[in-house]
């Protein structure tokens, strides 16, 4: 099992900036990529960043050049983190983070909104 808590989420005006970070804890050694993902009203929960162990980060097309996920691995806990810059209206939704083991663990999610 693994638990994931999540926070930074708000209301920024747009061309504003904000930051998500989630802890990741209890059997972080079985986790092999984490992400993060997005769900806007009336639509599908879409991939926006993720990182395999040891890999590149992959962006969603939409946010390439604006967001930075980055990854640190403590002893306990591992802290993933989403560098939101340059924020559209567009990119209005619930964040959540996500760990992949043999199963799919989510974050809460955090609501972040971008007024126009």
């Known amino acids: 099992q693994v638990q994931l808590v999540e926070s930074g989420g708000g209301l920024v005006q747009a061309g504003g900036s904000l930051r998500l970070s989630c802890a990741a804890s209890?059997?972080?050694?079985?986790?092999?990529?984490v992400g993060w993902y997005r769900q806007a009203p009336g639509k599908q929960r879409e991939l926006v960043a993720e990182?395999?162990?040891?890999?590149?980060?992959?962006?969603t097309d939409s946010v390439k050049g604006r967001f930075t996920i980055s990854r640190d691995n403590g002893e306990n806990t591992v802290y993933l983190y989403l560098q939101m810059n340059s924020l559209k209206p567009e990119d209005t939704a619930v964040y959540y983070c996500?760990?992949?083991?043999?199963?799919?663990?989510w974050g809460q999610g955090t609501q972040v909104t971008v007024s126009s």
């Open positions: 996500n760990a992949q083991t043999l199963y799919a663990f």
């Open positions: 209890g059997s972080i050694s079985s986790i092999n990529a």
């Open positions: 990182m395999a162990n040891g890999g590149r980060p992959i962006y």
